[in-house]
């Protein structure tokens, strides 16, 4: 990574003591390298590329690849499940595992508190679903998402 992505990612960007100052789009990158780095610190995906035209945040893992994106237009986030060559959103997967009781999955990105809502929500359910969908079945699991 370069050193402006970096800094972005790493949150060393847009804080005032320990509150982020600042616009949503510049947060988006920290936020979400924040609240996934549980990926990076317990099962060792590397850390994630961030594509500023695009606005995504990518883990990309040796089973398993999640890319989160933000909407700066409809001012939501995304998060799209790929495995191999299969993906579906994490709201369809959730569909399709039938997590009890049903997770809360925000997506609105209008304020900074919002954006950090919705990514950790995204992220709660990560949490909750990687080790199946880094398992042996996990693409069966999305495609079974898609249906």
Do not use: C, W
Request: no cysteine; hydrophobic share 40%; charged share 25%.
């Amino acid at each position: 990574m370069h050193g402006d992505v970096e800094a972005e990612l790493s949150g060393k960007v847009n804080r005032v003591g320990n509150k982020r100052s600042g616009s949503v789009g510049k947060n988006f990158p920290p936020i979400v390298r924040d609240s996934f780095r549980f990926l990076e610190d317990e099962y060792g995906v590397p850390a994630p590329d961030y594509d500023a035209e695009r606005s995504t945040v990518t883990y990309d893992g040796a089973a398993v690849r999640y890319v989160v994106g933000l909407d700066r237009v409809e001012h939501r986030i995304s998060l799209v499940v790929l495995v191999g060559r299969v993906g579906a959103s994490v709201e369809e997967v959730v569909a399709a595992v039938g997590l009890e009781p049903p997770p809360k999955i925000r997506s609105t990105a209008t304020s900074l508190r919002s954006l950090e809502q919705s990514v950790e929500s995204h992220a709660a359910v990560v949490r909750a679903l990687h080790p199946r969908l880094a398992g042996p079945g996990g693409a069966d699991l999305l495609r079974a998402a898609q249906r």
